[in-house]
């Protein structure tokens, strides 16, 4: 789905780049212009972006924790 129509950025771009460490709508802003013409998409950019940053980190904490009790051997 197209987020930024000005500057035709799609929600798969943002997850991208929350993939490659994109953490706010300022980093969005700066690396893909979003919301850099007429702002209309920024509403729906920081939703974007916030599920992103939560997909992420769902999907990160499995790989903290092995499962085998090895990260609390003495």
Do not use: H, W, Y
Request: hydrophobic share 45%; aromatic share 2%; net charge neutral.
């Amino acid at each position: 789905m197209i987020i930024c129509v000005c500057k035709a950025v799609s929600e798969r771009q943002i997850r991208s780049a929350v993939k490659g460490g994109a953490t706010s709508l300022r980093e969005l802003s700066r690396d893909l212009g979003v919301g850099t013409c007429c702002g209309t998409c920024v509403p729906e950019a920081k939703a974007a972006l916030a599920a992103s940053l939560e997909l992420r980190e769902d999907t990160a904490a499995p790989a903290l924790f092995s499962g085998n009790g090895a990260e609390f051997a003495a």
